[in-house]
């Protein structure tokens, strides 16, 4: 496939185009790089009700130091920022040559997409959360994940062993960077595609339910896991479940293996406004148009993370946070969701305060604890501020 033009980058290195520099564009335009499924927008799409604020001037304090709203967006590689507060689209800012129409890479806002489906299907009666894993998909009692419940894996505390290490050469991520299809070669023996990802995880770390431990592996296992039970491909039925009955404006796209899977657990592009009308239908306890998309008993289970799981190095951000149904909590026992992705991605959700901020951004790092308490303690500021 041909690099895409770009004067800032004429030849993107296939092997390194979801990183920095060159994310600065392909985040934007990872159709150009990578093989997607359309998930199809609304037919008709939830229009906003606007109400603009200038929030440039909030100040807000990180570790001491004194910053501000416009400081931060300034400073932090953002690419799109918007607020909506009490049903109104108040901040709507675009840099780096993005719009209202371009899609961007979420990283991992893609898990609480497919946790959210998830979530749906179940209150439908489709599947049940509380059953073994291997219920429905008895492949997998060849694997680690023998004897681990869904409800498990959805709060990723099984016991499987995984290696998520962003940039060391033999991790799984490396691997499934070749096995969802965003990397080209490899080594011998590593798997062709995520199914033969999945299937190759033998070894244990330790009980299952033992503790919170982040894997992405654990999603697309839960993408393996929609398919199966709903007879569907991921994409149509994020679009039929989720994407169109919420009112999305544009078609989104997830990256797919060479299979044709969707990578659940990072794969998904969306557009800014509409990542803010996902946050918002959480916000409104799962209703859109008036119509109950989200079961009330799915975002009651949602908030009920258990902290205790929550530990080491996860509390340098969330000192007293949990991890539920592939959300983030802020802090255990208050009602803030969190959908969180390396290099920068952010949707902030508190529906008590009727407050979603979504933040999109490209930076150099996969991970950095201070910029991430950085963009937390900024929203919060704007939050505070708008009442």
């Known amino acids: 496939m041909a690099a895409p033009f770009d004067p800032r980058f004429p030849a993107i290195p296939h092997a390194d185009w979801d990183r920095a520099p060159w994310n600065r564009y392909t985040f934007q335009h990872v159709r150009e790089q990578v093989p997607t499924a359309q998930v199809r927008r609304s037919e008709a799409p939830l229009a906003w009700r606007r109400s603009p604020q200038d929030v440039s001037a909030i100040g807000f304090e990180i570790d001491g130091q004194r910053s501000s709203i416009a400081d931060f967006l300034a400073s932090s590689y953002t690419d799109g920022f918007c607020v909506v507060h009490r049903g109104a689209l108040v901040v709507e800012h675009y840099d780096n040559g993005m719009n209202a129409h371009s899609i961007h890479l979420l990283q991992s806002v893609s898990k609480s997409v497919t946790g959210t489906v998830l979530g749906i299907l179940a209150g439908r009666g489709m599947l049940d959360v509380d059953a073994l894993l291997t219920h429905y998909l008895p492949e997998l009692e060849a694997t680690a994940y023998r004897g681990a419940t869904v409800q498990q894996v959805l709060d990723m505390t099984s016991g499987v062993f995984w290696d998520e290490d962003y940039t060391a050469p033999d991790s799984h991520c490396a691997q499934m960077d070749i096995a969802a299809g965003w990397k080209r070669g490899g080594k011998p023996g590593w798997p062709a595609c995520m199914w033969e990802q999945v299937l190759g995880l033998k070894d244990s770390r330790g009980p299952h339910g033992r503790d919170f431990s982040y894997r992405s592996i654990e999603t697309d296992v839960l993408g393996f896991l929609l398919e199966r039970a709903s007879g569907t491909r991921l994409p149509e039925l994020v679009s039929r479940e989720l994407w169109a009955p919420m009112g999305a404006a544009e078609d989104a796209c997830f990256t797919v293996d060479p299979s044709g899977f969707a990578c659940a657990n990072g794969g998904f592009n969306a557009a800014l406004c509409d990542l803010a009308r996902f946050g918002w239908l959480w916000a409104?306890?799962?209703?859109?148009?008036?119509?109950?998309?989200?079961?009330?008993?799915?975002?009651?289970?949602?908030?009920?993370?258990?902290?205790?799981?929550?530990?080491?190095?996860?509390?340098?951000?969330?000192?007293?946070?949990?991890?539920?149904?592939?959300?983030?909590?802020?802090?255990?026992?208050?009602?803030?969701?969190?959908?969180?992705?390396?290099?920068?991605?952010?949707?902030?959700?508190?529906?008590?305060?009727?407050?979603?901020?979504?933040?999109?951004?490209?930076?150099?790092?996969?991970?950095?604890?201070?910029?991430?308490?950085?963009?937390?303690?900024?929203?919060?500021?704007i939050r505070d501020a708008l009442g």
């Open 284 to 381: 409104s306890g799962g209703v859109a148009r008036g119509r109950a998309l989200v079961p009330e008993e799915w975002i009651r289970r949602t908030y009920g993370g258990d902290p205790e799981l929550f530990k080491g190095a996860y509390r340098e951000v969330l000192p007293r946070g949990a991890y539920r149904n592939q959300f983030w909590l802020e802090e255990a026992g208050r009602h803030v969701l969190l959908a969180r992705g390396v290099f920068g991605q952010l949707v902030y959700i508190d529906p008590d305060a009727q407050f979603v901020a979504v933040k999109l951004s490209t930076w150099p790092e996969f991970v950095n604890p201070q910029r991430t308490r950085t963009a937390l303690a900024a929203v919060r500021a």
